[in-house]
């Protein structure tokens, strides 16, 4: 079986709406791949969403991730922080409330995958 591929800070999430961009930034500073660090655990949460084009009255775009719902590693681990996946997906703050969600367009790197 294929395995899911683990995010770098090369990756590329996006709200449903496609053009909206999350800004994320790595927290840790140890592990890399091809010099590239690697996400891990709440690097895509509470991050800002720049250019969603869901803009209409008393519809808000979406600004801001939420919590990951799923995509975080069960097995893989730097320090205490389970890594992150290319199956990363969440909610945004847009509306429909509760609906809209972000995932991975890109994960950045095309060469480490977690087993499946």
């Known amino acids: 079986m294929a395995g899911i591929l683990v995010l770098t800070e090369d ?5 449903m709406h496609q053009a ?3 800004e994320i930034e790595p927290s840790q500073v140890w592990v890399t791949i091809d010099t ?6 709440t690097d895509p949460e509470d991050k800002a969403i720049n250019g969603c084009p869901n803009i209409n ?5 979406c600004k801001n991730t939420l919590k990951v719902k799923k995509g975080y590693s069960t097995w893989v681990r730097i320090d205490e922080d389970r890594v992150c996946l290319d199956s990363v997906e969440g909610l945004t ?3 429909p409330s509760m609906f809209v969600k972000y995932i991975v367009e890109d994960p950045g790197q095309m060469f480490v995958s977690e087993a499946g």
Not at 36 to 41: D, E, G
Not at 57 to 61: E, M, T
């Open 93 to 95: 703050d847009g509306t």
């Open 20 to 22: 909206g961009v999350v």
């Open 57 to 61: 009255v008393g519809i808000r775009p």
């Open 11 to 15: 990756a590329k999430l996006v709200c």
């Open 36 to 41: 590239r660090l690697v996400l891990v655990s």
